[in-house]
Structure formats: C-alpha cells, structure tokens
C-alpha cells in the first residue's frame, strides 16, 4: 500500500507557529499512520504546498479554459488568493497555496514534488507543540526514516497540471 497525504509543516504552521491544521486536529493518528510501518508514505506539508502558488494571472487562464470546471476553480483560487492577500501574504503577491490539489497532483505525476526520505514523527503531548510534525532533516535521532517529505514542488508544472485538468470537458455521456 502507499500513502499520500496532505499534511504536516517542517518550518512554519497554519494553526500554531509549528502545527499544520491536518496533523493538529488528530496528532495521535497522525502518529500512528506515519509509524505504522507502511513502507510508503509520502507527506506533503506546507513547506512544499507554498512553493506552487496559483496566482490571479493563473485564474484568469483556468476561466479562459471555457470550461465549467475552469470557471469554477478559478473563483475557488480567487477567494482563497484573497483571503491570503489579507491574513498570510505569502512571498509573491496575489497568489496562495492550494494545498490538497498539489497532494492529488503527486498521485498523478510524483514530479512534481521533491522528496526525501526522513524520518517524521507527530508531537503529542508538548504544551506549545502539540500537532507538530517533527521532521529529522539532519537525522540526528537515530531513527529510520519512515516517510518521503516533500520539502520542494515544481510550481510550473502543478499549474500545468491544473490547466491540463481543468480544460477536461468530461466524459462522453453513454
């Protein structure tokens, strides 16, 4: 079996300064899942969903698409651009995350990530990092590695991936 999930932070959180929403809200799961022994998991954390931003210039292509899909991701990433705009700016303005969309992308071409082979545990008990994925970068725990983290993605190539998706007008009907 193999695992991707969307999830995790190495250097900065959604919910606390360290604690991404999806570990956060059931940590000791998320510990289990990931200590499981299920010798393919890949996470895909915040570090690597904030290096492939949709822009606004990238909505406007999605609506040129034509397509019902297009049209709506676009609003999608439109109203989730300005909520960011407004509460987290990130490095490039008029642009966000979309975090799950990238987790799906990597089913569909694990390229678009890059990944390494570390291992991560879930903090459970600490009072100011409870939800925390602790990832041993420098592998200094001893630990085996236990999951691919993606720490990278390919931000052209996701867009790509998105505007390839969305032009889809369906399947023929039967």
């Not at 299920?38 to 909505?59: E, G």
């Not at 406007?60 to 297009?70: C, E, N, Q």
Request: with cysteine; proline share 6%; aromatic share 4%.
């Amino acid at each position: 079996p193999e695992l991707i999930i969307m999830g995790g932070a190495n250097r900065y959180g959604n919910v606390t300064p360290r604690a991404e929403f999806n570990i956060w809200a059931d940590p000791e799961a998320a510990r289990v899942v990931l200590n499981s022994g299920v010798r393919k998991i890949t996470l895909v954390p915040l570090d690597a969903t904030h290096k492939a931003l949709v822009s606004l210039d990238d909505c406007a292509r999605l609506r040129a698409l034509g397509t019902p899909a297009g049209e709506a991701a676009a609003r999608f990433t439109e109203r989730r651009i300005q909520g960011y705009d407004t509460t987290q700016p990130m490095a490039r303005p008029h642009a966000a995350p979309v975090h799950d969309a990238l987790a799906v992308a990597a089913i569909v071409d694990r390229t678009v990530i890059t990944t390494r082979y570390l291992h991560v545990d879930v903090e459970t008990h600490g009072e100011l990092t409870v939800g925390e994925t602790v990832v041993d970068t420098n592998r200094r725990s001893g630990r085996d590695p236990n999951v691919h983290i993606a720490l990278d993605a390919d931000e052209p190539k996701f867009v790509a991936m998105l505007l390839e998706t969305f032009a889809r007008r369906g399947a023929p009907a039967r």
